[in-house]
């Protein structure tokens, strides 16, 4: 068993008040005090980031360096949007195979590093950048509004209902000391806003983000040793891989990838897929456009086909709900700091499970387990992550 | 305990001739034909790549998408020139940890996407990019030369030592059918070539390589469960990190990280490391430079401080020495497609253990273990793995 000790957040947003290993100071400082141990305690560190943001190509050195955490091995690992839940795997598998004991997991991403509209060409180029974008300009607004123009066609949904989503994002976001938007907004606004790329408008599209975030993770032998109350554990783990190429996929209704990630983790956390509700008190999942987390909502099976929707409709996904969904804002509201967001969300179970959210954004803790989804790419890739407080 | 069971290599060299896709298939085809396997076995996969040389940012969908690896789970890791080693270790502690069976590793890099001097540009940004790079000019032909001049200076070393460097390996690498350079070079020639940094001259440096290598690794279970005859097992591996800023370093003759590395690696591999040499049949040692080559045999505990050269004056790592090292033309000969290089290394200790190695460059089996030192920047990454045919 593996066991998350201690957790660090940045703030997220625009973060040009920092340096990169400044930014990520702020999130490993406090992984370090909540997990009560110093640098000399860990024996391996992993940094997530895209990093193709500037000219440094090797940030991880540089944040190793700045955060004292060298001689212990380290490396850094991408897998797109996907790219923090990535390098957590890589510390789960570390400890779990013997291999480490206190691992440091780091998600980064200084996307402001660039400027519009270079951002979001950077952007682009983890879909499939020689074929589709550049012979068809497609950007990532674009990519995901044709799975959210299929859904729409096909569930008879709203750009009202995609609206939602935002809305409810924005108002956990204004909870969220952490998050880059601590704003409501209306489903009005959110409606009269320009579009992005149809059906998409702006308070669709999770926004460009600089952040970090830093989890500890250790053995259940050192969970025993220095007697820790406050941990939660990693319960499982689902990976899956989609095609590069849009063109080739055979439904837009579906991240393929995220349902094969989500069946892997059910059954190894030994979940009823027919009805991971009844298991799972709360979910992070990869609303990078809001047409997304309703997907989500089906694809890791909250809901039937077709009637994610629903949920959203009739509120099942606040606090309260069937089952609260991205009470911290999400990629939405909190911000999507590329590398970050696999690891915010693994801060987000530990401080839900553990009653540490903040003050009208706490779920209720009944089964003791969360369920985190984060997509790389458009589904290039797919990791669902079961966090729970019993081993 | 995990496995090699199945391994493949590129041509390595310039390689404009193929895309990246498919100068992966040429390492991935023959891993899965001497695995027996096929690629629905496989449930994870890793892609090793600095991948900085052209604008797609997300090769490793587009290689599984081509290679048909999909819905399998996968990442892309990197750790600068030790980016096919920190693969390695994903596959590794992926097995090891019970979170994957059959795992395919590729390591790639097809540097020659750019062009001089952009290549040479984008190589440096894998050390201190603004600090170093931008103040100081420093390549890293002339990182490495920092650490060969104290050598010299230090230990009484010369040009024509580090030349000697050079005519072994080229040697082997006239051997190797999958060399970039498959030609054998005078210490004449050598010392005759043009200085590049200096005492580096053409002849001490490795060249920009496009190449693909490819290990498939499974679990003991497998092994059995397979009957599979043909497999080295992963003993062991060490894992350090340096500086990122050389002007921290407090010693020019040895990377710490390194020494780090292959004390953790020889501890639990069970190897006396006061006599590593005794244990092992033949190493791989990371000859970015051919001064980097005498460091390594210090810091793997082949020769005492200030011995190394002595080692290659006498001939001591050819076959039939002491130990011999980087038969396969090391990265001088062979090449140095970044990310390819660890996975690479991995191949050859897969091929000299089994006695696969081709004529003229295969060493003497006796002890049953091999070593592989796999570099990243200048020390920034240091990884050591001893691989062996018993478990």
Not at 32 to 44: G, V, W
Not at 326 to 355: F, R
Request: hydrophobic share 40%.
């Amino acid at each position: 068993m593996v066991a998350i000790i201690g957790v660090g957040h940045s703030k997220f947003g625009n973060r040009r008040d920092v340096s990169i290993p400044e930014l990520a100071w702020e999130a490993i400082k406090p992984a370090l005090d909540t997990a009560n141990i110093e640098q000399k305690d860990i024996d391996f560190f992993v940094i997530g980031t895209a990093g193709v943001w500037s000219s440094e190509a090797a940030v991880a050195p540089l944040i190793a360096e700045y955060a004292k955490l060298e001689p212990a091995g380290s490396m850094r690992v991408e897998a797109a949007c996907a790219t923090g839940s990535a390098a957590i795997r890589v510390g789960y598998t570390a400890i779990k195979s013997g291999e480490a004991d206190v691992v440091l997991i780091l998600g980064i991403e200084k996307m402001q590093e660039s400027t519009n509209p270079i951002v979001i060409e950077l952007i682009g180029r983890f879909g499939n950048f020689f074929w589709e974008f550049e012979n068809f300009g497609l950007t990532f607004p674009a990519y995901y509004a044709l799975y959210a123009t299929a859904y729409m066609a096909k569930y008879n949904a709203s750009e009202e209902d995609f609206a939602r989503v935002a809305v409810k994002n924005h108002f956990y976001g204004a909870r969220n000391p952490y998050a880059q938007f601590q704003k409501e907004i209306t489903i009005e606004q959110a409606l009269n806003s320009p579009y992005i790329s149809w059906p998409f408008k702006l308070f669709d599209c999770s926004p460009i983000t600089d952040g970090a975030s830093a989890v500890i993770m250790v053995s259940d032998d050192k969970v025993k040793e220095w007697k820790i109350d406050e941990r939660v554990f990693i319960l499982s783990q689902g990976v899956g891989t989609g095609t590069a190429n849009l063109s080739k996929r055979d439904n837009f209704t579906s991240l393929k990838s995220a349902v094969y990630a989500a069946e892997i983790a059910y059954r190894k956390a030994g979940i009823d897929i027919d009805n991971p509700c009844k298991y799972l008190d709360g979910a992070n999942v990869h609303d990078c456009f809001t047409s997304a987390e309703i997907i989500a909502y089906e694809d890791l099976r909250f809901a039937k086909r077709g009637e994610g929707v629903e949920l959203i409709r009739e509120e099942q996904t606040y606090i309260g709900g069937k089952i609260p969904v991205n009470v911290d804002g999400g990629l939405k509201a909190k911000g999507h700091p590329i590398g970050a967001t696999g690891v915010s969300q693994a801060v987000e179970a530990y401080k839900q499970l553990l009653n540490k959210a903040e003050k009208g954004r706490q779920i209720d803790v009944v089964n003791g387990k969360y369920l985190t989804h984060n997509i790389g790419g458009t589904g290039h890739y797919a990791y669902v992550t079961i966090y729970g407080l019993e081993r």
